[in-house]
Nanobody
Framework: VQLQASGGGSVQAGDSLRLSCAVS????????MGWFRQAPGKEREFIGDTTWNVRSTSLPDFVKGRFAISKDNAKNTGYLQVNSLNPEDTAVYYC????????????WGQGTQVTVSS
């Protein structure tokens, strides 16, 4: 399974971005897709995840209302919509997938940089 993240960039505070994560390979093995971010000097942070082949999504409270996770199974692509960005959202954003029978995210995209200026 291979993942390709895209959609990051340099934006102004208050802007929105939609990050994409294209998946290729043995996609039938995928149970879920997660999104993470890592800011400079900080540990990687879990944002949320979605079950790949079933329409269900979970998001931690701190992102609800600003971040939304979705997917298009026909395109084998997952999305992270990020709204009302602020400088504290500056980070490298990663997508990852968890396979059936696995509890961890084993396959990761290369990350896409989001830089928010005030």
């Amino acid at each position: 399974v291979q993942l390709q993240a895209s959609g990051g960039g340099s934006v102004q505070a208050g802007d929105s971005l939609r990050l994409s994560c294209a998946v290729s390979g043995r996609t039938a093995r995928i149970h879920g897709m997660g999104w993470f971010r890592q800011a400079p000097g900080k540990e990687r942070e879990f944002i949320g995840d979605t079950t790949w082949n079933v329409r269900s999504t979970s998001l931690p409270d701190f992102v609800k209302g600003r971040f939304a996770i979705s997917k298009d199974n026909a395109k084998n692509t997952g999305y992270l919509q990020v709204n009302s960005l602020n400088p504290e959202d500056t980070a490298v954003y990663y997508c990852a997938v968890r396979l059936y029978g696995r509890s961890s995210f084993d396959f990761w995209g290369q990350g896409t940089q989001v830089t928010v200026s005030s």
